[in-house]
């Protein structure tokens, strides 16, 4: 089964940067037909899906609150996603997460920028992204 790893996470500046990691473990060689979504839950709030990348990376989608100043990526070869968070503020603070579709549906709603979060599956431990001066 695909389970998939974030990393990346710290401390960053408002206006400053950092770039997230998604890396399959497990069955990677199914990680090159999965879209990813990307998902962050802030203190005292629920889990939301910020953005997704379809399984080649030429459809991505984001929330409007990050639209413009995040960028979603993926290198198969590496079995890896990413997510570049530029002009990052406060409210970014969350801890931040990746998951893929776990059927041919859920990923066909993913790519028309319908998600539900219990359709997702390989979900890790999540990485801390912290926006403080």
């Known amino acids: 089964q695909l389970m998939l790893v974030e990393s990346g996470g710290g401390l960053a500046q408002p206006g400053g940067s950092l770039k997230l990691s998604c890396t399959a473990t497990?069955?990677?060689?199914?990680?090159?037909?999965?879209?990813i979504g990307w998902f962050r839950k802030a203190p005292g709030k629920e889990r939301e899906a910020i953005s997704s990348?379809?399984?080649?990376?030429?459809?991505?989608r984001y929330k409007n609150s990050v639209r413009g100043r995040f960028t979603a990526s993926r290198d198969n070869s590496r079995k890896t996603a990413y997510l570049q968070m530029n002009d990052l503020k406060s409210e970014d603070t969350a801890i931040y997460y990746c998951?893929?579709?776990?059927?041919?549906?859920?990923?066909?709603?993913?790519?028309?920028?319908?998600?539900?979060?219990?359709?997702?599956?390989?979900w890790g431990q999540g990485t801390q992204v912290t926006v403080s001066s």
């Open positions: 497990g069955s990677t060689e199914d990680f090159d037909y999965y879209a």
């Open positions: 990348i379809s399984d080649t990376g030429g459809n991505t």
């Open positions: 998951a893929a579709p776990s059927s041919i549906s859920a990923q066909v709603r993913c790519l028309a920028g319908q998600i539900l979060l219990t359709e997702y599956m390989g």
